[in-house]
C-alpha cells in the first residue's frame, strides 16, 4: 500500500523560511494529483497548496500566496513545500496527500484518499 513520509518540520522564526518534504513509498507518486494542508487545535483542516501531477500547474490558499511553493519532483518521487516570510499564523500541523475523488473540489479533504503522519511548523514571533 501507499505509505506517505514527511520531514521537514521545526521551529523557525517570523520572516525565516523552512522546507517541508514528502516522499512515497509503494507507489510512484508522478501518477497523482498532491495536496498540503494544516491544521492548528480546534479549526478544521485547512487547504495550502496544490499541484497537478505533472506539476505544470500549481494552486495556493489567498493566505499564502507568494510566500509558498508545492515544487515536485518525480525523479526522486517527492513534493515539498518551500515556504518563507513565514508568520506565526503558519504555525501548524502541515500534511501532504494524495488527491483521488475529483468530486469534491481541490480544496476539501474528502477528496484526498492518502496522508502523511503530519509534521509540526512552529514560527515564533
Known amino acids: 500500500q501507499v505509505q506517505l513520509v514527511e520531514s521537514g518540520g521545526g521551529l523557525v522564526q517570523a520572516g525565516g523560511s523552512l522546507r517541508l518534504s514528502c516522499a512515497a513509498s509503494?507507489?510512484?507518486?508522478?501518477?497523482?494529483?498532491m495536496g498540503w494542508f494544516r491544521q492548528t487545535p480546534g479549526k478544521e483542516r485547512e487547504f495550502v497548496a496544490g499541484i497537478s501531477s505533472s506539476g505544470a500547474l500549481t494552486y495556493y490558499a489567498d493566505s499564502v500566496k507568494g510566500r509558498f511553493t508545492i515544487p515536485r519532483d518525480n525523479a526522486k518521487n517527492t513534493v515539498a513545500l518551500q515556504m518563507s516570510s513565514l508568520k506565526p499564523a503558519d504555525t501548524a500541523v502541515y500534511y501532504c496527500?494524495?488527491?483521488?475523488?475529483?468530486?469534491?473540489?481541490?480544496?476539501?479533504?474528502?477528496?484526498?484518499?492518502?496522508w502523511g503522519q503530519g509534521t509540526q511548523v512552529t514560527v515564533s514571533s
Open positions: 496527500a494524495i488527491r483521488a475523488d475529483l468530486r469534491w473540489p481541490r480544496d476539501r479533504e474528502e477528496g484526498y484518499a492518502y
Open positions: 509503494g507507489r510512484t507518486l508522478s501518477s497523482y494529483r
